[in-house]
């Protein structure tokens, strides 16, 4: 079987390097995108009048074939010859269309071409992530509506800090998803400009209409520079740190998840669907889903980490090494593609114990803070009323009650300014109300908050939509 450049070479290649140094195994899956950029640049062949108008119909049927064939057939993608994917339609397209399938390489370089397939590979995979964002955040947003106004503490240091509604809590991994599809958006918009015609690094050597290319394949325009265009892989870094961010803000998710739904918390059932169970100790119902995607994060980071350190030491401009920047890719994209479906039907399954998290919510001092605003709106100085309530706070301590337990003599003592109502500041209702900014977890905010969250998702799908 003949290499696309045997012509200069007198010796047969070792056959251990010959194999090991092909891309087909893995690239293959970039045929579809293959034989989009191919069927943009034979049509362009035509309007530079190197290819016919029936070459260029047999062409494009050829390279129709080989996608159907392809899509119904998994052996035919198993070639043992194929050094990578554009050897493989290259050789496959003159087995069904005789040498005129050969015209088809005209004036162009596999180093544009993969340069091409990786950015319409990437610009597909942000699509399909940023549409499983959406859901994820979608159902975030129904398990929060459906929370209405239940309490749970909120902690800072992992130590009970403020109640916050539920709702809140939820909304919170709306924003950091939010966050993470527009962050894909931004890379999208980057990234989709088309490299083909700047041939093997200096432009390609036929009159290519550029423009028209870059149209066929829905980019926004040609790249600026043939020297960059075929050396550049910021967009493939950009989207797997992107990535690298969305899986470990998953794994922090999972983390919280898993320290909630442990008996000493409690707030939180597992669902079974989604939990497996110990082959020694038959109690127990172990939250394997969580601890996976906690796990992936570290090897979608790890896949990140290998793309930088294979583009740091390269010259412009293609260099084999390129080669290795794509399995990291197709792995990063793979792994979170199949996390963030998972992680939502968990979310939608998860049982919230709102019983026991209201009652967390009620104990531990919680409304330590909203007792020395109480104070502050009776003028006292913020640095007098966090000591004069750390005073009461000790004295309930010693009492083993919480602030409410005290008596209006025992305030008194610390500050005569305590007054019957400040028994009412205290309820939870009442701490929960004066958090009363945009932004903040009274229920009065939380509200619009969903509307909000709601209205950003909805944007959200508009833009995947319009892009489809
Ligand atoms: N399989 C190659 C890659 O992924 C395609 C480009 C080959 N170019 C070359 N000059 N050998 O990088």
């Given at each position: 079987m003949k290499k696309m450049w045997s012509g200069r070479f007198r010796q047969p290649l070792d056959p251990e390097f010959e194999h090991w140094?092909?891309?087909?195994?893995?690239?293959?899956r970039l045929l579809k995108y293959e034989i989009a950029a191919s069927s943009a640049h034979a049509r362009a062949l035509k309007n530079a009048r190197i290819?016919?108008?029936?070459?260029?119909?047999?062409?494009?049927?050829?390279?129709?074939?080989?996608?159907?064939?392809?899509?119904?057939?998994?052996?035919?993608?198993?070639?043992?010859?194929?050094?990578?994917?554009?050897?493989?339609?290259?050789?496959?397209?003159?087995?069904?269309?005789?040498?005129?399938?050969?015209?088809?390489?005209?004036?162009r370089s596999r180093n544009e071409q993969i340069a091409t397939d990786l950015r319409l590979f990437v610009r597909a995979s942000i699509d399909e992530l940023r549409e499983e964002l959406a859901v994820f955040c979608g159902v975030l947003t129904d398990r929060a509506e459906q929370a209405a106004d239940a309490a749970m503490p909120a902690y800072t240091h992992l130590q009970r800090a403020e109640p916050v509604l539920v709702a809140h809590w939820l909304l919170a991994y709306v924003e950091v998803c939010l966050r993470d599809a527009d962050r894909l958006a931004d890379c999208r918009k980057r990234l989709n400009l088309c490299p083909l015609g700047s041939g093997a690094v200096a432009g390609a050597t036929l009159p290519l209409d550029r423009e028209f290319m870059s149209e066929t394949l829905g980019c926004d325009g040609p790249t600026a520079n043939s020297i960059d265009a075929t050396s550049d892989r910021d967009f493939a870094l950009e989207f797997v740190q992107a990535l690298s961010l969305l899986a470990l803000h998953l794994s922090r998710?999972?983390?919280?998840?898993?320290?909630?739904?442990?008996?000493?918390?409690?707030?939180?059932?597992?669902?079974?669907?989604?939990?497996?169970?110990?082959?020694?100790?038959?109690?127990?119902?172990?939250?394997?889903?969580?601890?996976?995607?906690?796990?992936?994060?570290?090897?979608?980071?790890?896949?990140?980490?290998?793309?930088?350190?294979?583009?740091?030491?390269?010259?412009?401009?293609y260099n084999k090494d390129l080669q290795e920047t794509q399995e990291p890719l197709f792995d990063s994209s793979d792994t979170v593609l199949q996390l963030l479906p998972l992680v939502t039907g968990w979310m939608k399954a998860a049982e919230f114990r709102h019983e026991r998290m209201q009652q967390a919510a009620q104990?531990?001092?919680?409304?330590?803070?909203?007792?020395?605003?109480?104070?502050?709106?009776?003028?006292?100085?913020?640095?007098?009323?966090?000591?004069?309530?750390?005073?009461?706070?000790?004295?309930?301590?010693?009492?083993?009650?919480?602030?409410?337990?005290?008596?209006?003599?025992?305030?008194?003592?610390?500050?005569?300014?305590?007054?019957?109502?400040?028994?009412?500041s205290l309820t939870l209702a009442s701490v929960l109300a004066i958090h009363d900014v945009p932004g903040g977890t009274a229920p009065t905010r939380v509200q619009p908050a969903l509307s909000a969250a709601r209205q950003k998702i909805d944007s959200l799908r508009e833009e995947i939509h319009a892009h489809a």
């Open positions: 140094q092909r891309s087909f195994s893995f690239d293959k290819l016919s108008a029936d070459e260029l119909i047999s062409i494009l049927e050829g390279l129709q074939q080989i996608g159907e064939k392809a899509a119904t057939s998994p052996a035919f993608l198993e070639d043992d010859e194929a050094e990578d994917v554009h050897h493989f339609v290259e050789k496959q397209l003159a087995a069904l269309i005789g040498d005129v399938g050969y015209k088809l390489h005209s004036g998710w999972a983390e919280e998840m898993i320290l909630f739904s442990n008996q000493e918390y409690g707030f939180i059932g597992l669902p079974e669907s989604y939990s497996t169970g110990s082959s020694a100790m038959p109690q127990k119902k172990n939250p394997d889903l969580l601890e996976l995607v906690r796990g992936k994060a570290g090897r979608v980071i790890g896949n990140a980490t290998a793309l930088l350190i294979t583009l740091k030491g390269l010259p412009l401009a104990s531990g001092f919680m409304n330590a803070w909203a007792a020395a605003t109480y104070l502050v709106r009776r003028g006292v100085p913020s640095r007098q009323s966090h000591e004069q309530v750390g005073k009461a706070v000790q004295i309930a301590l010693e009492k083993s009650c919480e602030l409410q337990g005290l008596s209006l003599e025992d305030l008194r003592s610390i500050n005569p300014d305590f007054g019957p109502d400040f028994y009412e």
